[in-house]
C-alpha cells in the first residue's frame, strides 16, 4: 500500500519561502509513478499546484505559481519536493501530494494521496 507523508509546512511572510517534502513508503518502485502537488484553501476546492512525470523530465504548473514554484523529485530517495520562493497570502492554504502509476496529469484523478501539510503565509 503506497503511503505519501508531507512535511515542511508552515508559517512565513510574504514574499518568504517554504520547502515541501513528499517521501513515498510501501513503493517498490518510485519511479513508475508520476507525482503531484494540490492545495485547498478554506471554502475553496482542492486545486492542481504542480505535477512531475516519473522521470523528472516533464514538468507542469498552475499559472498561478509559475515562475515561483519548482518542484522535483529523487527517485533513490523516493522524495518528491516543491521550492515555493515569492510567497503570496493566497497561497495560504493545505498542501497535498498525490501519485498514480505511469502517467502525469494535472487533474485530481490521482490514485494516492498524503494527508496533507498547512502552508500560512502572512501579510
Known amino acids: 500500500q503506497v503511503q505519501l507523508v508531507e512535511s515542511g509546512g508552515g508559517l512565513v511572510q510574504a514574499g518568504g519561502s517554504l520547502r515541501l517534502s513528499c517521501a513515498a513508503s510501501?513503493?517498490?518502485?518510485?519511479?513508475?509513478?508520476?507525482m503531484g502537488w494540490f492545495r485547498q484553501a478554506p471554502g475553496k476546492e482542492r486545486e492542481f499546484v504542480a505535477a512531475?512525470?516519473?522521470?523528472?523530465?516533464?514538468?507542469y504548473y498552475a499559472d498561478s505559481v509559475k515562475g515561483r514554484f519548482t518542484i522535483s523529485r529523487d527517485n533513490a530517495k523516493k522524495t518528491m519536493y516543491l521550492q515555493m520562493n515569492s510567497l503570496k497570502p493566497e497561497d495560504t492554504a493545505v498542501y497535498y501530494c498525490?501519485?498514480?502509476?505511469?502517467?502525469?496529469?494535472?487533474?485530481?484523478?490521482?490514485?494516492?494521496w498524503g494527508q496533507g501539510t498547512q502552508v500560512t503565509v502572512s501579510s
Open positions: 498525490a501519485a498514480r502509476l505511469l502517467v502525469v496529469t494535472t487533474q485530481n484523478n490521482y490514485n494516492y
Open positions: 510501501g513503493v517498490r518502485i518510485f519511479s513508475s509513478y508520476a
Open positions: 512531475i512525470d516519473r522521470t523528472g523530465g516533464d514538468t
